[in-house]
Structure formats: structure tokens, C-alpha cells
């Protein structure tokens, strides 16, 4: 403990400026991974982050192209008998827009009370840059890392790993490892440790309705012709009711109530729901399902949304058309026990079943992912937990979280490990909206949370 107080903190005071100027360079470059004509980018990027393990001292640094997007691997692996660590984390970002909502560009990072502002400055850049610079860290300290290392870095954690997860499949000799850590969740509240031990799974589809076989005069057709757009709203308003209940058959069969421990340490959590409502959510209301509670709606419940809605005409002035075709982006999370190939089944015989006359609705399936739940007895676990408390001041707290990160099960499915997600983002940091913020402090000692917990494994 005192050689991590000291020494590692010396290390971060000392480089404190080039380090924030380092993830700067990172945040600067656009790798925007759902957009074509960032590819450019999304190589920059990864060749990027092939740059920072070599700096950081990693070996067998290798870009490994795919179908998509490439990965990056690097491994050092000369601590014979001491507990191998995958790192993984991913460098591709939601695009920025509504960019007339951001204070400053979205690729020009800054600095203002306390954060860093840019987009992927939590999500996922500035969290998996703590990982590079923890390992600069160690070899500064010790002139190697305490354990053995592998990372894996991906380029399509924002369009659904697909490569990543072929990948994972095919190698699971390359990446043998004890445990996962990944940093790519939030803290409960600030300054408080937070461990996520548990992971909505995601399905993420596309509903296309056609209609008429061309666009149609609704003066000359309208009431005898069929409008997808309206027949994906109606589709839409059958799959869940007004009080958030999803409608499809068979959703809920599967979902299972968390352990009552469980329960009982979400209660002990400090939340206030008119806060929550006001700094987070900024709506007028909260919805959902009657008789549970937020953290149930939000951590241990199956949702279903719907993003975006295309189709028609919706520029300036009028036209009154009743387009051929709309499609609308629906998801829906899933809980732990929930099998994503059972819930696109029962979606597609309920849209089969739903769609209105005249209309003809067809299902994609963009991804789809398990939820995850780690067990927070894992030895790893409980180190982990440690390390981040002793840095913080305070116990570590156990969360769950509403998002999905496939990859976590792809590591407990593939490869057999638990996965510690030691994130430090924040609730408000405004994920995938404008504005989003990485507070700085956290960024510090994040690198002093990595470094402790890498040397207490070993230990």
C-alpha cells in the first residue's frame, strides 16, 4: 500500500500534464464507427492505440484486421506462475450530433469545471487510456508490470462487436487469462468505488414496413390505401402498453427477481428519485412499470424502446404523400436467464401476428447479447473491490447496470472468466448525448486504482 500511496502517485503528479495531453491526442482523432467516411478515422485510431501499448511496454503489439472494423492485441506475459489480466476497452465512438447542443467541439477537447469534455472522453477513450497509462505506470515503478497482460481493444463496441465476438470464439487459446477487466461502466455517485456486477443483454433490430408499391397522393388515396407509418405506430403501441408493460408473448417467462441480498444493498444505496428525475433524466415525469422500483426498471427488468422512426416526407413546407415504405430502430434489454434467440423469436411471431392489413413488416436483427451477472465472491473480485476502496477512501458498493457489454459475455462464454468492471465514469457524464464529460480527477486516479489493484493480484 504505501509503495502504491507513493510511488505510483508520484509518477502521476510528475507526468500530470502529458498524461491529459496524451488522451487529448486520443479524443482529437473522430472514430466514429457507424459512419463510412470515418474509416479513416477508425484506423488512425487503432493504430493509435497500437502506439500507446508499445510506449506502455506491451509486446506483440498487432492491428488484426476483420470484416469490419480492426482489433488490436497486445500481450507481455514473463510473470511465470502470477494471474494473466485481459484488458479490454474500445476506441470507436457514437457520432456527436446534435452539434449545435455542445458547448465546445465534440473533437476538440477541454477542460471546464473539473471534466474533460469531448466525445468518447468516458466512452470509452478516456476509460480504457487509464489501462495504457497504468501499465506506464508499473514499468516506471518496477520496470515490468506485477502480472502477466493481455489487451484487447476493439472498433465496433458501438455497432454491435461483431468482429470482436468471432474473434473472442476463435481464440480462445490467445487470450487465455485468470480475469477480464474492462472500464467502460460508472460509478454510483462520485467519490464512491463502484463495482457493476451485473449487465442488461441487448437484441437491436430494425422493423421495415412496406406498403403501397409507390409513394401515393393521400388526397387520391388517402382512406383506402395502406400508410406504413402509420402502420409501424400502431404495430409499435401493440408491443407495450401505456404503463410500460412489453405486450409480446413469452417476454417475461424467463426473468428471475434478484437475490434478496442483492435487494438489500440497492436499498442501502443514497438515492433520491426527484434528484435522479431532475439531473439525470431532465423529463417532466419518470415511467415504467408499476410496483418496481428504479433500480429495478432500470438494472433487473426487460425493456423495450424504440430510437427512431424514418419514412415520408419530413422536410421544410408540405407534401402530402403516404410513403412506400418506414422503418422504425427498436431494441429491446434483456436480464439475466433471458436467451436472445428465444426473445427474436417471439418478437417476430408477434409482429407476424400484429401487422396491419395492408402492410408488410420485415424484422433485421442488427445484434443481439445475454445479460451477464459476475459473482462478487470471485477472488478477483474481491481484490478488485479492495484496491478501489483503499484508493477512493470508502467501501466499494455492487451496482448492476441497464447498459450491455457484449463482450463481458462473450468472455464468460468463450473463455471461462470473470469479468471486473472497474469503470469511473459518472451518472451525468451524458453518454452518447452532447456534452459528454469525463471528470478529471477520475481520469488520475483511475491510473492509481489500476495500479493498486494489478499489484494486489499479484499479491
Same mark, same amino acid.
Given at each position: 500500500m504505501?509503495?502504491?500511496?507513493f510511488?505510483a502517485q508520484?509518477?502521476i503528479?510528475?507526468?500530470?500534464d502529458?498524461?491529459?495531453?496524451?488522451? %487529448? /491526442?486520443?479524443l482529437?482523432?473522430?472514430?466514429?464507427?457507424?459512419l463510412? +467516411?470515418?474509416r479513416?478515422d477508425i484506423?488512425r485510431? =487503432?493504430h493509435?492505440?497500437?502506439?500507446s501499448?508499445?510506449d506502455?511496454?506491451?509486446e506483440n503489439?498487432?492491428i488484426?484486421?476483420?470484416?469490419?472494423?480492426p482489433?488490436?492485441y497486445a500481450d507481455?506475459?514473463?510473470a511465470?506462475?502470477?494471474p494473466t489480466?485481459?484488458?479490454?476497452?474500445?476506441? *470507436?465512438v457514437q457520432?456527436?450530433?446534435?452539434?449545435d447542443q455542445?458547448?465546445?467541439q465534440p473533437?476538440?477537447?477541454?477542460?471546464?469545471?473539473g471534466?474533460?469534455? =469531448?466525445r468518447?472522453?468516458?466512452?470509452?477513450?478516456?476509460?480504457?487510456?487509464?489501462?495504457f497509462?497504468?501499465?506506464e505506470a508499473?514499468?516506471?515503478?518496477?520496470?515490468?508490470?506485477?502480472?502477466?497482460?493481455?489487451?484487447l481493444?476493439?472498433?465496433?463496441?458501438?455497432?454491435?462487436g461483431k468482429?470482436?465476438a468471432?474473434?473472442?470464439?476463435?481464440n480462445?487459446?490467445?487470450?487465455k487469462?485468470?480475469?477480464?477487466l474492462v472500464? *467502460?461502466t460508472?460509478m454510483?455517485?462520485?467519490?464512491?468505488?463502484?463495482?457493476?456486477?451485473?449487465?442488461?443483454?441487448?437484441?437491436?433490430?430494425?422493423? +421495415?414496413?412496406t406498403?403501397p408499391?409507390?409513394?401515393l397522393?393521400?388526397g387520391?388515396?388517402?382512406? =383506402?390505401?395502406p400508410?406504413?407509418?402509420?402502420?409501424?405506430?400502431?404495430?409499435?403501441?401493440k408491443a407495450?402498453?401505456?404503463?410500460?408493460v412489453?405486450q409480446? @408473448?413469452g417476454?417475461?417467462d424467463?426473468?428471475?427477481?434478484?437475490?434478496?441480498a442483492?435487494?438489500?444493498?440497492w436499498?442501502?444505496l443514497p438515492?433520491? +428519485?426527484? /434528484?435522479?428525475l431532475a439531473r439525470?433524466?431532465?423529463?417532466?415525469?419518470?415511467t415504467g412499470?408499476k410496483?418496481?422500483?428504479?433500480?429495478?426498471?432500470?438494472?433487473?427488468r426487460? $425493456?423495450? +424502446?424504440?430510437?427512431g422512426?424514418?419514412?415520408?416526407f419530413?422536410?421544410?413546407?408540405?407534401k402530402?404523400?403516404?410513403?412506400?415504405?418506414? $422503418?422504425?430502430k427498436?431494441?429491446?434489454?434483456?436480464?439475466p436467464?433471458? *436467451?436472445?434467440?428465444?426473445?427474436?423469436?417471439?418478437?417476430?411471431?408477434f409482429v407476424?401476428a400484429?401487422?396491419?392489413?395492408?402492410?408488410q413488416?420485415?424484422?433485421?436483427v442488427?445484434s443481439?447479447a445475454?445479460? $451477464?451477472?459476475?459473482?462478487?465472491?470471485? =477472488?478477483?473480485?474481491?481484490?478488485?473491490?479492495?484496491?478501489?476502496?483503499?484508493?477512493?477512501g470508502q467501501p466499494?458498493?455492487?451496482?448492476r447496470?441497464g447498459?450491455?457489454?457484449?463482450v463481458?459475455?462473450? %468472455?464468460?462464454?468463450?473463455l471461462?472468466? @470473470?469479468?471486473?468492471?472497474?469503470?469511473?465514469?459518472? @451518472?451525468d457524464d451524458?453518454?452518447?448525448?452532447p456534452?459528454e464529460?469525463?471528470?478529471?480527477?477520475n481520469?488520475?486516479?483511475?491510473?492509481?486504482?489500476?495500479?493498486h489493484?494489478?499489484?494486489?493480484l499479484a499479491a
Amino acid at each position: 500500500m504505501e509503495l502504491m500511496s507513493f510511488s505510483a502517485q508520484k509518477f502521476i503528479d510528475q507526468n500530470r500534464d502529458r498524461l491529459l495531453e496524451e488522451l %487529448f /491526442e486520443f479524443l482529437r482523432i473522430p472514430s466514429i464507427s457507424t459512419l463510412p +467516411e470515418h474509416r479513416p478515422d477508425i484506423d488512425r485510431a =487503432a493504430h493509435f492505440v497500437e502506439s500507446s501499448l508499445l510506449d506502455a511496454g506491451m509486446e506483440n503489439v498487432e492491428i488484426i484486421p476483420t470484416e469490419g472494423h480492426p482489433l488490436v492485441y497486445a500481450d507481455w506475459l514473463h510473470a511465470p506462475g502470477i494471474p494473466t489480466v485481459l484488458c479490454y476497452g474500445h476506441y *470507436d465512438v457514437q457520432p456527436p450530433d446534435p452539434l449545435d447542443q455542445w458547448v465546445t467541439q465534440p473533437f476538440e477537447p477541454a477542460v471546464r469545471d473539473g471534466n474533460i469534455y =469531448a466525445r468518447g472522453a468516458a466512452d470509452d477513450k478516456g476509460q480504457i487510456y487509464i489501462h495504457f497509462k497504468a501499465v506506464e505506470a508499473l514499468r516506471s515503478l518496477y520496470g515490468r508490470p506485477p502480472v502477466n497482460l493481455k489487451f484487447l481493444v476493439e472498433g465496433e463496441e458501438e455497432i454491435g462487436g461483431k468482429s470482436i465476438a468471432m474473434f473472442i470464439a476463435e481464440n480462445g487459446e490467445k487470450l487465455k487469462a485468470d480475469v477480464a477487466l474492462v472500464s *467502460d461502466t460508472a460509478m454510483y455517485q462520485p467519490n464512491m468505488p463502484t463495482l457493476c456486477i451485473g449487465l442488461r443483454g441487448l437484441v437491436y433490430m430494425e422493423w +421495415e414496413a412496406t406498403g403501397p408499391a409507390r409513394d401515393l397522393h393521400s388526397g387520391l388515396y388517402g382512406g =383506402a390505401a395502406p400508410n406504413p407509418v402509420f402502420g409501424l405506430v400502431e404495430l409499435l403501441s401493440k408491443a407495450k402498453d401505456a404503463g410500460g408493460v412489453i405486450q409480446i @408473448p413469452g417476454v417475461y417467462d424467463d426473468v428471475k427477481a434478484p437475490a434478496p441480498a442483492e435487494l438489500e444493498s440497492w436499498a442501502r444505496l443514497p438515492f433520491d +428519485e426527484k /434528484e435522479f428525475l431532475a439531473r439525470e433524466v431532465g423529463s417532466t415525469a419518470l415511467t415504467g412499470e408499476k410496483g418496481y422500483s428504479v433500480f429495478h426498471r432500470t438494472w433487473a427488468r426487460p $425493456t423495450l +424502446e424504440v430510437h427512431g422512426i424514418a419514412g415520408g416526407f419530413t422536410g421544410a413546407g408540405a407534401k402530402t404523400v403516404i410513403p412506400t415504405q418506414a $422503418t422504425a430502430k427498436v431494441s429491446l434489454r434483456l436480464v439475466p436467464e433471458q *436467451d436472445p434467440e428465444k426473445i427474436i423469436r417471439q418478437v417476430r411471431d408477434f409482429v407476424k401476428a400484429n401487422t396491419p392489413a395492408g402492410i408488410q413488416v420485415q424484422v433485421r436483427v442488427l445484434s443481439a447479447a445475454p445479460a $451477464t451477472l459476475v459473482d462478487p465472491d470471485d =477472488a478477483a473480485i474481491r481484490v478488485a473491490a479492495e484496491a478501489f476502496g483503499e484508493v477512493f477512501g470508502q467501501p466499494t458498493v455492487f451496482i448492476r447496470s441497464g447498459g450491455s457489454i457484449p463482450v463481458v459475455g462473450d %468472455f464468460a462464454r468463450h473463455l471461462s472468466m @470473470p469479468t471486473v468492471m472497474m469503470g469511473f465514469g459518472l @451518472p451525468d457524464d451524458g453518454l452518447h448525448s452532447p456534452n459528454e464529460k469525463f471528470c478529471l480527477e477520475n481520469y488520475y486516479k483511475g491510473i492509481l486504482a489500476v495500479v493498486h489493484f494489478l499489484e494486489k493480484l499479484a499479491a
